[in-house]
């Protein structure tokens, strides 16, 4: 208490640094997106046909992209221009963008559009790069 008294900037800092924690841990706990790895989305390609939704910009996805991804920025989500995604709303849906920290958002509007399957991947493109995963470039 008395280093509270002594440091009351401090100890609302931490306190507001804590509440933070528990809510982001909360939220993610209960969150209908899941982050997955690399290899998972690997499998998930492979063995249910995932689709692979790019929100990075038409010129970054221009210059390299998954395999199949298809390309739709978070305002084409938010907006609900989803008439390429419809056929696939039973099929598990891959967010990502370029490091893994964009694409929470878009992902979760899949959800609440009724995608049953939706996924993030963790560290994005960045991540996926990283381990020398395969890209194509142009359209």
């Not at 063995?47 to 038409?58: C, N, P, Y």
């Not at 390299?64 to 709303?89: E, F, M, S």
Request: charged share 20%.
């Amino acid at each position: 208490m008395q280093f509270v008294s002594s440091h009351p900037v401090l100890s609302f800092g931490w306190l507001g640094l804590l509440i933070a924690v528990i809510y982001t841990t909360f939220k993610g706990a209960t969150s209908k997106v899941k982050d997955i790895g690399n290899t998972e989305l690997t499998r998930l390609i492979n063995s249910e046909e995932a689709v692979v939704v790019d929100t990075r910009t038409i010129d970054d996805f221009r210059k390299g992209h998954i395999v199949g991804a298809i390309n739709l920025t978070p305002t084409d989500i938010k907006n609900g221009t989803l008439a390429v995604l419809d056929k696939h709303k039973e099929r598990p849906v891959v967010v990502l963008c370029a490091n893994g920290t964009a694409s929470k958002a878009p992902a979760e509007a899949l959800v609440k559009e009724g995608f049953s399957q939706v996924y993030t991947l963790k560290n994005g493109l960045s991540g996926w790069t990283g381990e020398n995963l395969p890209l194509v470039r142009g359209k």
